[in-house]
């Protein structure tokens, strides 16, 4: 993966952001961070026991829950987190889109 402490903690400048765009994307960024944790537990105790019959994420804007799920089903759910993650981690960096307007 990457060097998830350094990139947390980024503090680079950032000034094409606003201060609520800013301050949503760190929100989004400790969200991501929380359920990949939780999802990776999830996964390591799937490895272990073989099966897993439910799981929960809290993500502080809601809560889902969902049955059974396959060890092939959670590492794509933990991949796409990781994608995520990144984007969120590029747009607080300034790299990447940021924000894209499309035109018909």
Known sequence: MF???????????????????????????????????????VIDAAILSGKVNSIEFD???????TSYRSLNELQ????????RLDQV??????AGVVNMGLKR
């Open 59 to 65: 993500s502080g804007e809601g809560k889902q829950k």
């Open 3 to 41: 060097d998830i402490i350094n990139i947390l903690s980024y503090n680079g400048s950032m000034a094409c952001l606003s201060a609520w765009r800013r301050s949503m994307y760190i929100t989004r960024r400790d969200n991501l961070t929380a359920q990949i944790t939780s999802i990776n537990t």
């Open 76 to 83: 794509k759910m933990a991949d796409g987190l990781d994608i």
């Open 89 to 94: 981690l590029n747009a607080l960096r300034g």
